[in-house]
């Protein structure tokens, strides 16, 4: 039993009792059989002091003694001297529980349940509000918001309600939950209507999305298509002006070679188109069926590039020379032929020239030899055009000298010889793109030195003690995806918190603590701001990466 004693003048305080354990009446002098309970929730704690006799008195100086407060586990009958009776007490005084009222409150309180579903604090932005519960602005106004932290860079605070909030407006609006899905299951059918406009939206969107797009972000594409854009391009139209000549001379003189020439050219036109297509795909802004967006496009087509190398150049300059051994057939005048290939040798060697160039500024760029850049199909399509140039050059002075061969002995033998040579640097060049393409698809680590230098700039903060199960993957167009688990200081953390708060008034919060109630609503309302604290510093962490190391596009930092 415990019992408090107020004054008249102090009802405000019978709004309190002093556990929510205990079952609480009231009396007063006049009316000592009058019992009046007060409910669990307006119990709370005040400054009280337990007596050697096990009555708490509350401290102060202005209070009569002719209100009374009893509390017990069990159903108390109170008098008009202040004492107290249970009701049914059993057993003697010793054997009665000698448990503190903290014991007991850590004995009632419920362990969480993390198997069970809680959504009571589940937070919902303004536009799901709309979209999915199908609610207007208006009828968001008188609900209460919340101000959190914005998920995107560079954006301000955002403002979120409660779940549940929205949940009881919804049914308000909508009269219950099923008026609700009858409205949304009409709305979804609506929208397959409109899906022929789709399309329309989506060049909208495009052009919305360029006009506002990041500076840095502009810049980066824009320096893609001037440097791989241009290489490809210059060399589609040369491959293609190539291949009208090379049919003309195989029309005109029937080589073997010329045919396997023709056909390489051929082959570069059309892959190097598939490289253009890729190329201006890659820069396409994420959507939300490609939330990564199209990086990985550049290495796809490569590698389409690739098997089309290897199917239609490799296989049908094979099958012509094997064509040409088994049933050889004589050559007329090689004289176009040559000139032919003396033109093609001059436009594929400048082209040549022009990936080579490219190449070693995109190595200088990344910090690469030239061999390191070319090995690792850094840049793929400027990769496709070099190899390809370069088995053309070969290409071209193989068939010149096969043919010179044959013109000289007067045997078409070295003229098929020519072609099955061909076939064969091109299957050597197309296996090198399907391999390093391939590689790139498949998710490949950014060099040692740059991943080396993003985690000594992790290790060097002071939040981190920590980085473990590190993985950066490149994800096309030198965009790199950064990841890893990571032990933040929790002292460090705190630290920072309590710099940003006013220790003195924090102080007098913690001596106004009397209860348990109010230990626990002290820490959560801290421990909640210290969570978020931290989100707050992995924003930081994320936004000095990017701009140390400019390829970052993709920051996923795992708290352990």
């Given at each position: 039993?415990?019992?408090?004693?107020?004054?008249?003048?102090?009802?405000?305080?019978?709004?309190?009792?002093?556990?929510?354990?205990?079952?609480?009446?009231?009396?007063?002098?006049?009316?000592?059989?009058?019992?009046?309970?007060?409910?669990?929730?307006?119990?709370?704690?005040?400054?009280?002091?337990?007596?050697?006799?096990?009555?708490?008195?509350?401290?102060?100086?202005?209070?009569?003694?002719?209100?009374?407060?009893?509390?017990?586990?069990?159903?108390?009958?109170?008098?008009?001297?202040?004492?107290?009776?249970?009701?049914?007490?059993?057993?003697?005084?010793?054997?009665?529980?000698?448990?503190?009222?903290?014991?007991?409150?850590?004995?009632?309180?419920?362990?969480?349940?993390?198997?069970?579903?809680?959504?009571?604090?589940?937070?919902?932005?303004?536009?799901?509000?709309?979209?999915?519960?199908?609610?207007?602005?208006?009828?968001?106004?008188?609900?209460?918001?919340?101000?959190?932290?914005?998920?995107?860079?560079?954006?301000?605070?955002?403002?979120?309600?409660?779940?549940?909030?929205?949940?009881?407006?919804?049914?308000?609006?909508?009269?219950?939950?099923?008026?609700?899905?009858?409205?949304?299951?009409?709305?979804?059918?609506?929208?397959?209507?409109?899906?022929?406009?789709?399309?329309?939206?989506?060049?909208?969107?495009?052009?919305?999305?360029?006009?506002?797009?990041?500076?840095?972000?502009?810049?980066?594409?824009?320096?893609?298509?001037?440097?791989?854009?241009?290489?490809?391009?210059?060399?589609?139209?040369?491959?293609?002006?190539?291949?009208?000549?090379?049919?003309?001379?195989?029309?005109?003189?029937?080589?073997?070679?010329?045919?396997?020439?023709?056909?390489?050219?051929?082959?570069?036109?059309?892959?190097?188109?598939?490289?253009?297509?890729?190329?201006?795909?890659?820069?396409?802004?994420?959507?939300?069926?490609?939330?990564?967006?199209?990086?990985?496009?550049?290495?796809?087509?490569?590698?389409?590039?690739?098997?089309?190398?290897?199917?239609?150049?490799?296989?049908?300059?094979?099958?012509?020379?094997?064509?040409?051994?088994?049933?050889?057939?004589?050559?007329?005048?090689?004289?176009?032929?040559?000139?032919?290939?003396?033109?093609?040798?001059?436009?594929?060697?400048?082209?040549?020239?022009?990936?080579?160039?490219?190449?070693?500024?995109?190595?200088?760029?990344?910090?690469?030899?030239?061999?390191?850049?070319?090995?690792?199909?850094?840049?793929?399509?400027?990769?496709?055009?070099?190899?390809?140039?370069?088995?053309?050059?070969?290409?071209?002075?193989?068939?010149?000298?096969?043919?010179?061969?044959?013109?000289?002995?007067?045997?078409?033998?070295?003229?098929?010889?020519?072609?099955?040579?061909?076939?064969?640097?091109?299957?050597?060049?197309?296996?090198?793109?399907?391999?390093?393409?391939?590689?790139?698809?498949?998710?490949?680590?950014?060099?040692?030195?740059?991943?080396?230098?993003?985690?000594?700039?992790?290790?060097?903060?002071?939040?981190?003690?920590?980085?473990?199960?590190?993985?950066?993957?490149?994800?096309g167009n030198n965009y790199v995806r950064?990841?890893?688990?990571?032990?933040?200081?929790?002292?460090?953390?705190?630290?920072?918190?309590?710099?940003?708060?006013?220790?003195?008034?924090?102080?007098?919060?913690?001596?106004?603590?009397?209860?348990?109630e109010e230990v626990e609503t002290f820490?959560?309302?801290?421990?909640?701001?210290?969570?978020?604290?931290?989100?707050?510093?992995?924003?930081?962490?994320?936004?000095?990466?990017?701009?140390?190391?400019?390829?970052?596009?993709?920051?996923?930092?795992?708290?352990?």
């Open positions: 039993m415990h019992k408090a004693v107020f004054g008249k003048n102090s009802k405000a305080f019978l709004r309190s009792c002093f556990h929510q354990n205990l079952y609480c009446v009231t009396s007063s002098n006049k009316h000592p059989d009058s019992k009046v309970p007060w409910r669990n929730e307006d119990c709370r704690s005040y400054a009280v002091q337990s007596t050697s006799n096990g009555y708490l008195h509350y401290k102060d100086s202005f209070l009569k003694r002719d209100i009374h407060v009893s509390c017990a586990n069990h159903d108390t009958v109170s008098g008009n001297d202040g004492s107290s009776k249970v009701a049914d007490r059993k057993g003697d005084a010793g054997k009665q529980s000698a448990k503190t009222l903290s014991e007991k409150r850590k004995e009632e309180r419920k362990k969480m349940d993390f198997t069970k579903t809680f959504t009571e604090r589940n937070f919902i932005t303004p536009l799901r509000a709309m979209n999915d519960y199908l609610l207007k602005s208006g009828d968001l106004e008188g609900l209460r918001k919340i101000t959190r932290r914005s998920p995107f860079e560079d954006n301000p605070p955002i403002s979120v309600y409660l779940r549940r909030d929205v949940e009881l407006k919804s049914i308000e609006v909508w009269g219950s939950q099923e008026a609700l899905q009858r409205e949304l299951k009409k709305r979804q059918e609506e929208d397959v209507k409109h899906k022929n406009s789709l399309l329309q939206v989506k060049r909208i969107l495009k052009e919305y999305s360029r006009s506002t797009m990041h500076e840095e972000l502009r810049k980066r594409q824009e320096l893609i298509l001037r440097t791989s854009g241009r290489v490809v391009m210059t060399a589609v139209i040369i491959n293609a002006t190539n291949f009208a000549l090379k049919v003309v001379a195989w029309i005109y003189t029937g080589s073997h070679s010329m045919f396997a020439e023709a056909i390489h050219s051929l082959a570069d036109t059309g892959n190097q188109l598939l490289l253009v297509y890729g190329l201006r795909k890659s820069l396409d802004a994420p959507t939300q069926y490609h939330p990564y967006g199209y990086h990985n496009m550049r290495y796809v087509a490569s590698l389409i590039s690739g098997v089309g190398i290897f199917f239609l150049g490799t296989g049908l300059s094979i099958y012509h020379g094997i064509h040409g051994i088994m049933h050889p057939e004589s050559i007329d005048s090689l004289y176009w032929a040559y000139v032919v290939l003396a033109g093609s040798f001059v436009s594929e060697g400048g082209t040549l020239g022009v990936a080579i160039r490219e190449t070693i500024h995109g190595a200088k760029r990344e910090g690469m030899t030239f061999a390191q850049y070319v090995l690792r199909g850094q840049d793929p399509s400027v990769n496709v055009v070099l190899l390809e140039d370069i088995a053309a050059v070969f290409g071209i002075c193989i068939a010149a000298g096969c043919m010179g061969l044959t013109s000289y002995t007067g045997l078409p033998i070295y003229d098929a010889v020519g072609s099955l040579a061909i076939g064969g640097i091109l299957g050597a060049v197309a296996s090198f793109i399907i391999y390093t393409n391939t590689a790139a698809l498949v998710g490949r680590s950014i060099p040692t030195e740059q991943l080396h230098a993003i985690n000594k700039e992790m290790e060097n903060d002071v939040m981190i003690r920590a980085i473990h199960d590190v993985k950066a993957t490149d994800m950064y990841k890893a688990e990571v032990d933040f200081d929790g002292r460090q953390l705190t630290r920072s918190y309590l710099d940003s708060q006013d220790l003195d008034v924090l102080l007098e919060e913690m001596k106004k603590l009397n209860s348990i820490m959560l309302k801290h421990g909640e701001s210290i969570v978020d604290m931290l989100g707050g510093q992995i924003d930081r962490i994320e936004i000095s990466l990017k701009k140390k190391h400019p390829g970052i596009r993709h920051v996923d930092l795992e708290v352990l």
